[in-house]
């Protein structure tokens, strides 16, 4: 069938990737070595042993191209993968553009994100390593809930620590993670020292996902049997997530069509590396392709954060990164987009960004709603408000293409 | 691959069935008549043009066996269909059960549920024949939802009058809605005169289905523009639903497998007919397996309703129809599984029950919930009240057999 008539482009499920694509192998310039937090060297993994097993650490520093994919973990991917990618031809109409625009949905996760790509992962090399326990910070709640499942489905205990404003927006989502056996505490909490600190300083703050990791990190390195497990900003998250934009590219050629744009939003930068990482190689051979990351205007790391060393949560406790970031004290108003309410940006993400490899857009709440709203009523599908913003850049990329009369594909990520 | 290692089962997309099986053409005795509301008499074409279009009335009275289903219904089908049918592995092996259980999901639809497969049709059929507006009722809101969302694919104005103790319970529903560009208003409401009526006598009231749908003809049938939508007990409904059965019964060839029960929960019976009535030509050829409709014991109108003529509203705008009925001014409790609180069945599942091809049974809350937990934390999929109710049955049936030592394999519709 011809692309023009396809509306969702399924891949065969022996073509899920049985590998992990690691963008580490391929760039032009690494980033920086992260640096211990007290003595300001460079990292080593026993820096990180107390809250990483040493499989997820070597992830983080590896520069093979492809990593394999654990038997179990594909067992458990093929419940949601390969995941669809549509051809938005309602979208399209209602814009009048004659530009192609396709969406990766993730949404047919049983968390509906795509966050447990890497929660399964990662609680999968945790139980290997025999820890029983694993931390975490959520915002919006979608890597809290996506966690809950993964430690359910190995027989961990899971404790996140949820930023308030989300925990006061959205109260399913507590219910959600207790659904799956998790226990969920609105952050800053009084279970840990830094929550305390922050509750008498700023009794009415709310929250952010820097205090939250911040508690979680002080939690699990008071137990033995805990670690602790974060859902973006981390090498080995990225690489987890690429498997999204390897199935696109599988997609996308059995419709015979490549991308000029492909378009993410970005928070920590999971979500953008996971579409956008695996179209890198390409790039770099020559191919026109652009990669946009697309951040909230209350939030923005990349287009007004500085290239610099800092800390990912607010009291100091994780290792220093070399990342885009407005001060890990920043805090963002309550947007909706919770999950984007980060200071800072993956390491690998602002490398790329800071080599040209990669662009970065800012945009407002308002009017990335009303462009989630034209989007549900053409498409169907109400996105996430992380998602939208994504929806709002490929739409004024449309309009921007269609005054200069040019025909252009993109491909964007919910 | 064998069936003991596939967890996911997927139609190829040019298999999805072009034709809706209507199981009019096979049952033994067909449902009595409807009759006109006032006169008493059998109904004729006409009494239903105020409210519905002919396509439609048609297809109520058909006894052909197959009906086409529209190509522009099947391009927008293709959205979400076919959709998957899971092998419940993770269950089973909670269960310690050598059962085979299978569930069909219907929530990959861009609305969460089934409902969307008759809500495309109705909009489809309305819009042919020159309707601009549609009023409909809705409990859980899914169907209102299903409706708001294919009107606005077929540019028709909709109105949702939604139960009152559902649109307490659920607020982000009537978000939902509004977001597809629907009106929602909570049932009774005082925009029509039955509405003004109930509330006056009962202000306190929860709602009912039965009210809601009085509300939406008094609504529908004072304007010309405007026509009415049932998401379930109408024999058109199961038709559209019956695309469910057929896929499944494509999908466990794939496998070579086949159900002993079908189990699927029943309010006004749309998601068991979709589900269970492409079986029953299968049944009346002999083959052994058992046709089961879950209700709430909350709302019992098979296990403990009485088979006689009944209004399917309260204020006796409707047709009378000859079904399983609680009586049109029951209100049951106020259940969470809103999509179930209906005090009669479809006709069609009524003289299936009646006539012994199909069983009935009901289940309690608390057990139901149970059940859907454990659905959730093994198969990562959070099911709605309404669906739980035949997982709660499907384990109860997987406890049995396992008593007397057989095997069974279990489908059931989420």
Redesign the interface.
Known sequence: MSREEL??I?LP?EKIPKFWYNVQADMPNLPAPGLNPKTKKPLTPNDLTPIFPMSLIEQEVSTERFIEIPEKVR?IY??WRPSPL?RAH?LEKALDTPCRIYYKYEG?S??GSHKLNSAVPQAYFNKEAGIKRLTTETGAGQWGTALS?AC??FDLACTVYMVRISFKQKP?RRV?ME???AECLPSPSDRTEIGRKVLLEHPDTPGTLGIAISEAIEDAVQRDDTNYALGSVLNHVSLHQSIIGQEVKLQMEMVDDYPDVVIGCCGGGSNLAGIAFPFLPDKLQGKNVRLVAVEPAACPSLTKGTFAYDYCDVAGLTPLLKMYTLGSHFTPAGIHAGGLRYHGVSTLVSQLYHDGLLEAKAVKQKGVFEAA?LF??T????PAPESSHAIRTAIDEAFRRQRRRKKQKYCLQS
């Open positions: 509306t969702k399924i499920e067992e093929k419940q549509f309602r047919v049983p968390v499942l359910k489905m399913y959600f659904t799956y056996g709203i549900a009523q498409e169907g599908i109400i």
